[in-house]
């Protein structure tokens, strides 16, 4: 056929059944760009949603690799003319950038650390054998770490912990699934719940705190994040347990001598070195850096501070650090950023939240109501089937022209990205999670959909009641 | 000759295993096993790395080390390699990171080159077909599979022959059922059925179908071979000249007691991917082994 060989044919084939969500992605962009633009969007904007609606899709079709989505949006946005070259670049790099960079960096050199077993002795001194103290200590610990040192990195620490325990309660997968269960859980959502608390607790926090900045419509600080963010992290954490508990109730419900022999494997560590004990104050610093020097040197600064310390005390290794950062999603991060300013400058963010509210008061009246239902439901779906921090790239521009007050839909949009609970691709400690093998994707759902909706409904109340007394 | 062996799990893998180094046995042919584990997001990847390099502190393993460990005690509990004494279980082994979705097991002594222990992660058409390409490998061996399209995937795009273990029991006596037509790949299926056949003593049934009762000179003279083939090999046989439909005469002379080996369809591939093949149909709608050979 046309001179290929059979061979080469079935190369095509298999290229494009591999590529399919690439091939889409690029039929639909020629349709939505010979199409004439809305009376109420500008060129520039339709062209920006074009190049919106491509990343949505390459990234969920997961069809062609993160940097190379990235490298297509910067080349779309000077093609198209929506910006350029230099205002493109300039775009591209931001103190969002530097945070989220700083702090995968700052995960891997304190995951190298081993304060991990330090951590499971803390846990188990504080909750003793019974399964549901252990849990909520799971619940508890993953959540105020993450809420500073960011989810994945607890993630990573504490994934060991909790294979230990159910490894010495049974090496039989279907006598420990429940338990398993309960304690992986355990610590993805409470990473996730934790998350929220400050904005160092995800990148996603610092996306929208540099969007709030960059345009214009206010500043939160760290603490002032805090203030209105931590409250609901601590409500949150005994509904959590709740949930969890009575989802997948365990047969074990005293882990007495699971718990005797990971006391046994972790005090043969010994007393603290003197570098895990640099990493801890480093860390510290950091943490200060963060409350009282990020409004004049910006967050990501701080964490790369952070690192500059690490390698430069030598608690970690430069090429330890570049095997186990993931440079696409900086990249990505970088691209997705400036497609949001774009969004801003060309109108598209403004036509979008027009639109949104438009069609919604149809079915609803009550505008501020709508605000909060679309800038919640929107990211709580979003962010389980796309990623979190690539949700609030995408929708933080758009939810933060929809009038009202942008700092409250800025919290709510980020707190809601938070409510990853869904699906294994939500979040890294998803994934984190369901790499152990003992996890199945349905599980997620079984407790997912009650935490989402009590998530939803403390936020609802925290924002309503909670809120307007800070303000 | 060289085998590719797929396993997902412990629980339901144990056949495919079985039946696989049976099959490599007659060939005595080098096997290799390969897990493969789901997909990784690519938002999460360097994550999962960091809390897998973590849980190695701790001594534990990451997922699929204990099905690869299970499938090396098995073979070795059957002397399907053997044990060199000195080796207790799976201690000693080292999991290499050869790619980024791909590790390896080194075994102690001389085990690495008795059986190779692959741990891949990722799509598993993806993952076997660039494992077949790297290895060279000429028959991939795997479990059947729920998911819709995925004989056809493997089929259309895994540059080997195809074994699919369907429904396989260990106790069942089974025999051969070799498609034999004028299609080029008839010979070297011949040739592979018999090899099988004579390794587990089969009685082996040659059948030439026709869709009408008015067989062709080129059928004839196919069924003329494998009838001269089958009587110098020494397995006890029989060629049958049925007409019908492919599939469904294939099957009912299957049922669940047959391992089939047909030659793979020579039809363009573009035709293979919209329309099928008659192998692949057979392969779909079989309750047994089915062996297609590229």
């Known amino acids: 056929m046309l001179g290929f060989s059979n061979q080469a044919i079935s190369n095509i084939l298999y290229w494009v059944t591999r590529k399919r969500w690439l091939i889409v992605a690029f039929v639909i962009s020629l349709f939505l760009f010979y199409i004439p633009s809305p009376e109420t969007l500008t060129p520039e904007g339709h062209r920006t949603l074009i190049i919106v609606v491509i990343v949505l899709i390459l990234i969920m079709g997961e069809a062609i690799p993160l940097p190379a989505v990235a490298m297509l949006i910067l080349i779309l946005e000077v093609i198209l003319e929506i910006d350029t070259p230099n205002g493109v670049a300039t775009s591209f790099m931001s103190d969002a950038v530097f945070f989220i960079m700083g702090s995968l960096m700052l995960a891997v050199a304190i995951v190298s650390q081993g304060l991990d077993k330090r951590l499971a002795l803390g846990i188990i001194k504080m909750t003793g054998n019974k399964?549901?103290?252990?849990?909520?200590?799971?619940?508890?610990?993953?959540?105020?770490?993450?809420?500073?040192?960011?989810?994945?990195?607890?993630?990573?620490?504490?994934?060991?912990?909790?294979?230990?325990?159910?490894?010495?309660?049974?090496?039989?997968?279907?006598?420990?699934?429940?338990?398993?269960?309960?304690?992986?859980?355990?610590?993805?959502?409470?990473?996730?719940?934790?998350?929220?608390?400050?904005?160092?607790?995800?990148?996603?926090?610092?996306?929208?705190?540099?969007?709030?900045?960059?345009?214009?419509?206010?500043?939160?600080?760290?603490?002032?994040?805090?203030?209105?963010?931590?409250?609901?992290?601590?409500?949150?954490?005994?509904?959590?347990?709740?949930?969890?508990?009575?989802?997948?109730?365990?047969?074990?419900?005293?882990l007495d001598s699971a718990v005797r022999k990971l006391k046994v494997n972790v005090t043969k560590t010994g007393k603290m070195t003197g570098n895990q004990i640099m990493s801890i104050l480093i860390f510290v610093a950091v943490f200060l850096?963060?409350?009282?020097?990020?409004?004049?040197?910006?967050?990501?600064?701080?964490?790369?501070?952070?690192?500059?310390?690490?390698?430069?005390?030598?608690?970690i290794e430069w090429k330890d650090i570049n095997r186990n950062t993931n440079w696409g999603v900086i990249i990505l991060f970088g691209a997705a950023i400036s497609l949001g300013i774009q969004m801003k400058e060309t109108g598209a963010a403004e036509w979008v939240a027009d639109q949104a509210i438009y069609g919604m008061q149809m079915i609803v009246d009550d505008v501020g109501f709508l605000r909060w239902f679309i800038s919640v439901f929107l990211t709580g779906i979003l962010t389980n089937i796309l990623s979190n921090a690539a949700t609030v790239a995408v929708l933080g521009p758009v939810v933060l022209n929809m009038g009202g007050d942008p700092i409250i839909l800025g919290l709510t949009t980020s707190i809601a990205s938070a409510f990853s609970y869904l699906t294994i691709v939500a979040s890294p400690t998803c994934m984190i999670i369901h790499s152990s093998g003992l996890v199945k994707s349905s599980d997620y759902l079984k407790a997912g959909w009650k935490l989402f909706i009590m998530s939803v409904f403390l936020l609802f109340l925290v924002s309503t009641i909670y809120w307007p007394m800070l303000s | 000759m060289k085998f590719l062996i797929a396993i997902g799990s412990k629980e339901y893998s144990e056949p495919t295993l079985e039946l696989g180094m049976r099959v490599a046995k007659?060939?005595?042919?080098?096997?290799?096993?390969?897990?493969?584990?789901?997909?990784?997001?690519?938002?999460?990847?360097?994550?999962?790395?960091?809390?897998?390099?973590?849980?190695?502190?701790?001594?534990?393993?990451?997922?699929?080390?204990?099905?690869?460990?299970?499938?090396?005690?098995?073979?070795i509990n059957h002397d399907y390699i053997t044990s060199s004494g000195d080796i207790e279980g799976f201690t000693g082994e080292k999991l290499v990171q050869i790619d980024d979705d791909r590790c390896e097991v080194y075994l102690e002594g001389n085990h690495t080159q008795e059986v190779g222990l692959i741990l891949r992660n990722g799509d598993i058409i993806q993952q076997l077909r660039d494992e077949v390409k790297r290895g060279e490998f000429d028959v991939t061996i795997i479990g059947a599979s729920k998911k819709r399209r995925m004989i056809h995937d493997l089929i259309q795009y895994i540059d080997s022959s195809i074994f699919v273990v369907k429904n396989y029991q260990r106790e069942k006596h089974y025999k051969m059922l070799l498609a034999v037509n004028d299609a080029p790949n008839t010979k070297k299926a011949v040739k592979y059925g018999v090899r099988v056949a004579q390794s587990?003593?089969?009685?082996?049934?040659?059948?030439?179908?026709?869709?009408?009762?008015?067989?062709?000179?080129?059928?004839?003279?196919?069924?003329?071979?494998?009838?001269?083939?089958?009587?110098?090999?020494?397995?006890?046989?029989?060629?049958?000249?049925?007409?019908?439909?492919?599939t469904e005469t294939m099957n009912a002379i299957a049922t669940d007691n047959h391992i089939i080996v047909m030659g793979s369809s020579t039809k363009s591939p573009l035709v293979k991917f919209f329309k099928g093949s008659k192998p692949l149909k057979v392969c779909e709608e079989c309750n047994c082994p089915a062996l297609i050979v590229k």
């Not at chain 1, 963060?290 to 600064?301: M, Q, T």
């Not at chain 2, 080129?218 to 020494?234: C, E, I, M, T, V």
């Open chain 2, 26 to 75: 007659a060939f005595n042919a080098g096997v290799t096993i390969v897990y493969v584990g789901e997909k990784i997001s690519a938002f999460s990847t360097s994550e999962v790395q960091l809390a897998q390099e973590n849980l190695e502190n701790w001594e534990l393993d990451r997922q699929g080390v204990d099905v690869l460990e299970w499938a090396y005690e098995y073979l």
């Open chain 1, 289 to 315: 850096g963060w409350v009282f020097l990020s409004p004049y040197l910006g967050l990501g600064i701080v964490a790369l501070i952070g690192v500059f310390l690490y390698l430069s005390f030598g608690l």
């Open chain 1, 131 to 254: 399964t549901w103290r252990i849990a909520f200590g799971f619940v508890a610990i993953s959540a105020i770490l993450s809420s500073f040192i960011g989810e994945h990195t607890v993630a990573a620490m504490m994934l060991p912990v909790a294979l230990t325990l159910v490894r010495n309660t049974s090496k039989d997968q279907k006598v420990v699934h429940r338990l398993a269960t309960l304690l992986l859980f355990s610590i993805a959502y409470g990473c996730a719940i934790g998350s929220i608390g400050t904005p160092s607790g995800g990148g996603r926090n610092v996306i929208m705190i540099g969007y709030i900045s960059e345009f214009g419509l206010g500043s939160i600080s760290y603490l002032d994040w805090i203030k209105y963010a931590y409250p609901m992290l601590l409500i949150e954490i005994p509904f959590a347990v709740l949930i969890l508990w009575f989802t997948f109730r365990p047969n074990q419900t005293i």
């Open chain 2, 200 to 246: 587990f003593d089969l009685y082996t049934t040659a059948v030439t179908i026709s869709s009408t009762a008015d067989f062709r000179e080129d059928y004839k003279k196919a069924s003329a071979w494998a009838d001269k083939f089958l009587r110098r090999s020494g397995v006890e046989y029989e060629t049958r000249l049925e007409h019908g439909k492919f």
